[in-house]
């Protein structure tokens, strides 16, 4: 009996000894191999997990834990921190997508960037940032109105002046940004690590990053660093996040029933445009509101590039006449034309 005791004490003694050793190890082995998502109550969606992303033309391995980790804590950032504002940005984004995507693609810019005028402005026209940024997709006001030399094609000046400022307009505003964006990419000089030239960063991910940065400020740190990736590049705190933010909301915005996300109808933003009108008189939004039989809200809301304390097409700058582009509910371009003419604003065809 002594024995059998004697037997069970030592076998006691060697597993009390051995357990803290074997979960020693296991404890080091997982330090070893940490877990991006330790924390963080939403993961990517399992066809991510297992293929890997896609995003703007450009995949990224699966396997960069690194990469992996910043995109994720922005995808619950956004889920846990701004979720009513991610469902407004989303319901937005698909009721604008008729007007932005043909532009952009009319560019070669990746659909994705949709959702960066999300990041920029939440599609408020008239969002101005502290820095002085404004409309759909943030430019400052030097640059809205340089554009670049000697690339016409990729020209994204913007008309700003006592009246109007088109950077709150959506169509023109997003053709601006869409050359500036395909000239950042395409042919702006870039010193790479070894001196030598390229023209255009041709990487969507560093393309945004510029977009946000400016595109010198990324080229010197990528020179600094001596690296050619948005993801090795250490980059201003707002550009960090800038990037996995937009990767974010665009992987959110495919993936809403694995997300839990329930958007309220909306209809889409269509509208159409007349160009090149030529007015004998100023012509009033409230007036106009009375042609259409809709409110001066909704004909400002649509030609929000014109300042609302003006709410006026004038007739004339100076002694300058005007060819306006005035946006119109859909439908509603005939009944506009003829009843222009008849009240006078415009020449009566012949």
């Not at 051995?18 to 969606?45: F, I, K, M, V």
């Not at 030097?142 to 307009?169: F, L, V």
């Not at 042609?291 to 590039?305: G, H």
């Not at 709410?311 to 582009?325: D, E, L, N």
Request: aromatic share 12%; glycine share 6%; with cysteine.
């Amino acid at each position: 009996m002594y024995r059998t005791i004697l037997r069970v004490f030592v076998l006691f003694l060697f597993i009390s000894w051995t357990l803290p050793c074997h979960a020693y190890a296991a404890t080091a082995e997982a330090s070893q191999q940490p877990n991006y998502s330790q924390g963080l109550r939403y993961p990517l969606p399992p066809s991510v997990e297992k293929n890997g992303l896609l995003f703007a033309g450009q995949k990224i391995d699966p396997s960069r834990h690194d990469v992996k980790d910043r995109i994720l804590k922005e995808i619950n950032y956004l889920l846990m921190d701004r979720r009513s504002r991610v469902i407004s940005w989303i319901a937005k984004a698909d009721s604008l997508r008729p007007v932005i995507l043909p532009i952009l693609k009319m560019y070669d810019i990746p659909p994705e960037f949709l959702y960066l005028a999300a990041i920029e402005s939440s599609y408020n026209g008239r969002a101005l940032s502290s820095a002085g940024a404004y409309g759909y997709w943030q430019f400052m006001k030097a640059t809205a109105m340089s554009g670049p030399r000697g690339c016409d094609q990729y020209d994204w000046k913007t008309d700003i002046n006592h009246w109007k400022d088109e950077r709150a307009d959506l169509i023109k505003s997003t053709h601006s940004a869409a050359r500036y964006l395909a000239w950042i990419n395409r042919v702006k000089k870039v010193t790479l690590p070894d001196g030598q030239e390229k023209e255009g960063f041709n990487d969507w991910f560093l393309t945004a990053a510029a977009y946000n940065a400016g595109p010198a400020r990324v080229t010197q740190r990528l020179n600094g660093f001596g690296v050619n990736q948005y993801w090795e590049t250490p980059l201003p705190t707002e550009t960090e996040k800038y990037v996995p933010r937009w990767m974010a909301l665009g992987i959110i915005s495919q993936n809403r029933t694995f997300y839990g996300l329930k958007l309220p109808a909306r209809p889409a933003g269509t509208f159409e445009s007349v160009h090149k009108v030529i007015l004998n008189k100023d012509l009033t939004f409230a007036d106009m509101a009375k042609m259409l039989n809709t409110t001066p809200r909704a004909i400002w809301q649509l030609n929000s590039k014109v300042a609302p304390e003006k709410s006026v097409f004038p007739a004339k700058a100076g002694r300058t006449t005007i060819q306006h582009t005035i946006h119109l509910p859909k439908g509603a371009k005939k009944k506009f034309m003829t009843q222009l003419a008849a009240s006078g604003y415009t020449k009566k065809p012949k």
